[in-house]
């Protein structure tokens, strides 16, 4: 496996943004682009989280859309209440 190459990015922020950010990183004793950096990174793994969520949520659509199979609100607030005390049971079945 070969390392990833890491090449310089510049942004633009304005003055006031970057003071937040260096009294911030002073304060967490960490440079300003340590912690642009991982301001970047966590971002970019919560979005993808939130797209790969939306995908999901898309083809959930279509798969009803096209099979009209469903478990009601009722069914799964049922389901939900069984696990929250405790009891490991199988999901309500889908159903036309």
Known sequence: MTAAVIRPVAIKIDEDTKARVKRLAEARQRTPHWLMREAIIQYVERE?????????????????????????????????????????????????
């Open 48 to 96: 993808e989280k939130r797209e790969a969520f939306r995908q999901h949520t898309f083809k959930a659509w279509e798969e009803y859309r096209t099979t009209g199979l469903h478990a009601t609100a009722e069914e799964v607030d049922a389901w939900l209440a069984q696990l929250e005390q405790g009891k490991d049971i199988e999901p309500p079945e889908c159903h036309v």
